[in-house]
């Protein structure tokens, strides 16, 4: 029997009028848009249905955004087809949702979770300047030596962020170093740099501030047992314990996103279905990336 996984997207991936298909065709998905109202504290349902592009991509909104909204086509998932998952796995935010629907974390605690990371990432993105960039078609070598250059000699503040696929990563630092870097890229042919528009450094050194503040969180965040297997960002293989996911998830604020090594074990491991959660088609293209053949859709309700 082929063996399938799951995927859970990451912020980016919110979109205008994200909640009405999810709404218009699951009833019961009104009682989750109040209950999330109620944890976050703003109307997060009107946003999700009616907000602006701009009002959507602020980190206070889109990570509660993406998380219900990915978690309410998984349930219509499983309400329409019945079978879950032998691996679960959420690039960076997609990571809890994946963890909800394995059903490590209940709905009221992934929510509340992913308010108070998203209300830690923005206190620590407004005291530094950050930016992110993403890197298309690297040349490994060239921008490996472009990177060193510009932490090492210069003394910018540059991280890895994500690393996505064989054709694309992530880079998250200063804003300053960031706008640097895309011209030095460019110009000695490492890469086609693409600047995000993101609030902040995330997955860098300059999320530090978030750490310990969301670990705390954690602890006092009940865990039920691990039921098949998760992947976890910050080492790319599945979870061994519950202990594990609250360290990872701290972690995983400063640490790269290892996306393409977690894709490459479950190649490895057999998987030949990949069935994305989320308001595009980011990870499933990410995935053609790596395997032009494989078979990855966004779930739309077919």
Known sequence: MSKKAFLFSGQGAQCAGMALPILER????????????????????????????????????????????????????????????????GHSLGEYSALLSAGVLSFRDA???????????KRAADKARGSMMAVRNPEREKLLSCIRHARYRRGLCLDLACLNSQKQLVLSGEEG???????????????????????????????????????????????????????????????????????????????????????RYLFRAGVSEFVEFGARATLSGMLRQEEANCHAKLYRGE
């Open 111 to 121: 929510l509340h979770l992913i308010v108070k990371r998203a209300a830690y990432m």
């Open 26 to 89: 699951f009833p019961r998905a009104a009682a989750y848009f109040e209950e999330a109202d109620e944890i976050c504290g703003f109307p997060l349902s009107e946003l999700c249905k009616y907000g602006t592009e701009e009002e959507l991509k602020e980190t206070t909104v889109s990570q509660p955004a993406i998380l219900l909204c990915s978690y309410l086509w998984f349930l219509i998932y499983r309400e329409e087809h019945g079978r879950d998952a032998d691996y679960f796995a």
């Open 177 to 263: 170093a960031i706008r640097e870097m895309a011209g030095e890229i460019e110009a000695s042919g490492a890469g086609e740099p693409i600047l995000l528009r993101v609030s902040g450094a995330f997955h860098s050194r300059l999320m530090e501030g978030a750490v310990g503040a969301l670990g705390e969180c954690l602890e006092r965040t009940r865990l039920h047992p691990i039921r098949g297997s998760i992947l976890s960002n910050v080492s790319g293989r599945p979870y061994r314990s519950l202990s594990e996911i609250r360290r990872s998830l701290r972690r995983q604020l400063i640490s790269p996103v290892h996306w393409r090594e977690s894709m």
